[in-house]
DNA sequence: CCATAAATGTCGATT
DNA sequence: AATCGACGTTTATGG
């Protein structure tokens, strides 16, 4: 990892073309020759950059000024900067990093809801999850207490989206005799009004599940601090 | 910006939970105190972060290894930094960034389509971009040498998100007795095959349109390098 | 300020 | 390798 501070211009030509006039930024060459150029604001998103796999050549343009010159390896995405005046150059070794460990996602919203089915609506019982149609999995299939099937789409943001797969599934389902009529849920743990709307629309329930009390917010053994 | 270089372990508990076991790495602390952690491989996104606005305050754990604690302002997010060893620490006074121009985005390839619309089809003719719809609006709306109506949506990659939205509107834009009966076109540098199945089955076209040539690829005005 | 759509999205899983 | 869906998405844009 090489760290480098320096008054900068930088140029990117590829699927877009951007450029950044002279000001003073942070370069970050990793070991893999992936480049970031980052600011002192913003958030985690870099000004410009370049993904791995590519490389980066030193240079010196007309006027004597250092390049760098950074090229992707499978297309022909180039970032040029022009280093006008270094403050910081410094390499550091790093190692191989042990990875992240996450916790926490739709997968276990979907896990705690197949437990408490309940949640969506009153004598609500699980047939299975990840029920298989021919367009992909509905997250949960339920029957309800006259034992008609209900088909339940899980999203952590319930947004437009969600209600537009969760249509394509009951749209299929609803023509399988065996299984007909499926009235759909959708549940999220924020839904959007325009999502709610078209929902609504579909004829499709809206349920606003809260993660921490299906956790257990309690539970001393799930929290960090 | 403050650039530290040091052995450590980090957890993040928010809206997940995520531990990062022991190793080196880079972090980045922000003037408006945002702080990344960059391993030395992977590509723009830090394996942790904490976007502002927060606070850091410095602290020592029970075993006398030196801690940062991280604060979102408006979220109970916390970023937790055990720094076992420092290699590195240096500060450095960046200014404020004048910030990224950039140019060939979907904005741009409607523009060009606007002025070519028979790229989408011989004889369309543009009645205008941006046509309003109480569901938002329609990238284009053209008439074919027959004077009918056709609804244009335009993306940078037609994924199957695209099409649904172009149906929302056609399904909207076909109520409209002045306007019945409305076709679709989807245009998109590229078109997933699933995309293009779905439009398929709704009755829409899909155009592929090559945005360096609507461009003008000879011209040299246009090309950085 | 809130809501939605785009992104040089990135990332991981699965075909 | 390609495709698909989620993301602590982030970021820009319009009401």
Redesign the interface.
């Known amino acids: 990892?090489r760290?480098v501070?320096a008054r900068c211009q930088v140029?990117y030509?590829g699927?877009?073309?951007?450029?950044?006039?002279p000001?003073?930024?942070?370069i970050?060459v990793?070991?893999?020759g992936?480049v970031?150029v980052?600011?002192?604001?913003?958030?985690?998103?870099?000004?410009?950059?370049m993904?791995?796999p590519c490389t980066l050549r030193e240079g010196v343009a007309d006027d004597g000024v250092v390049e760098w010159t950074v090229s992707a390896a499978k297309s022909d995405d180039?970032l040029?900067i022009r280093l006008e005046e270094v403050?910081?150059d410094?390499a550091?070794?790093?190692?191989?990093?042990?990875?992240?460990?996450?916790?926490?996602?739709e997968k276990h919203l979907q896990e705690l809801l197949a437990e408490h089915t309940t949640t969506l609506g009153a004598g609500l019982t699980l047939v299975r999850r990840e029920h298989m149609t021919a367009i992909g999995p509905v997250d949960l299939l339920c029957r309800d207490t006259g034992g008609a099937a209900v088909a339940v789409e899980i999203k952590?943001r319930g947004d437009i989206?969600g209600v537009?797969q969760l249509t394509r599934y009951l749209e299929l389902m609803n023509r399988d005799p065996a299984l007909r009529p499926v009235r759909g849920i959708f549940a999220a743990q924020e839904i959007k009004p325009q999502a709610r709307v078209l929902a609504g629309d579909r004829g499709i329930e809206c349920v606003v599940v809260d993660y921490d009390a299906l956790r257990g917010i309690d539970d001393p053994s799930l929290?960090?601090?």
């Not at 000001?23 to 942070?26: E, F, I």
């Not at 980052?38 to 950059?49: A, C, F, I, M, V």
């Open positions: 990892m760290l501070v140029d030509a699927r877009l073309t951007a450029h950044l006039p000001a003073t930024r942070v970050m990793k070991a893999d992936s970031l980052h600011s002192d604001g913003g958030s985690y998103k870099p000004l410009n950059w993904s791995p180039t040029r403050l910081h410094s550091h070794e790093l190692g191989v990093d042990p990875g992240l460990r996450k916790d926490g996602v952590r989206d537009e929290r960090l601090f």
